[in-house]
Nanobody, 125 residues
Framework: QVQLVESGGGLVQAGGSLRLSCAASGHSFGSDVLGWFRQAPGKEREFVAGIRWAYGTIVYADSVKGRFTISRDTATNTMYLQMNSLKPEDTAVYFC??????????????????WGQGTQVTVSS
C-alpha cells in the first residue's frame, strides 16, 4: 500500500521560502508519476508540479514557474518542493500525490491514485 507523508509547511512572509517534503513508501517507485497539488479555502485542488520518478521529466503549473522547483531523491523515496518568492496567493494546503505505472505527468487530480494528508502553507503579506 502506497503511503505519502508531507512535511515542511508553515507560516512565512511574502517573498520568503519554504521546502516541502513528501516521504513515499510501500512501493518500488520507477515508471510512476508523483506530483504536488494545492487547495486553497473555497477553491478546487489544483496541480502545482509533477515529476516522472525514474526519468526526471518535470512539469510545472504556469503560476509557479520560475519560483518553485520540484525534485526527488530516489535513494530515500522522497520528493521535494522548493518554494521561493512566495506570494499570499500561494497560501493553501499542499498535497503530495502518486499515479503508478504511468508515462505522462498530468495535471488532472482525478488521475492520481494516492494522496498524502496535506501540509498547510500560509504566506502573509
Amino acid at each position: 500500500q502506497v503511503q505519502l507523508v508531507e512535511s515542511g509547511g508553515g507560516l512565512v512572509q511574502a517573498g520568503g521560502s519554504l521546502r516541502l517534503s513528501c516521504a513515499a513508501s510501500g512501493h518500488s517507485f520507477g515508471s510512476d508519476v508523483l506530483g504536488w497539488f494545492r487547495q486553497a479555502p473555497g477553491k478546487e485542488r489544483e496541480f502545482v508540479a509533477g515529476i516522472r520518478w525514474a526519468y526526471g521529466t518535470i512539469v510545472y503549473a504556469d503560476s509557479v514557474k520560475g519560483r518553485f522547483t520540484i525534485s526527488r531523491d530516489t535513494a530515500t523515496n522522497t520528493m521535494y518542493l522548493q518554494m521561493n518568492s512566495l506570494k499570499p496567493e500561494d497560501t493553501a494546503v499542499y498535497f503530495c500525490a502518486a499515479r503508478l505505472s504511468y508515462f505522462r505527468v498530468g495535471s488532472d487530480r482525478n488521475n492520481y491514485d494516492y494522496w498524502g494528508q496535506g501540509t498547510q502553507v500560509t504566506v502573509s503579506s
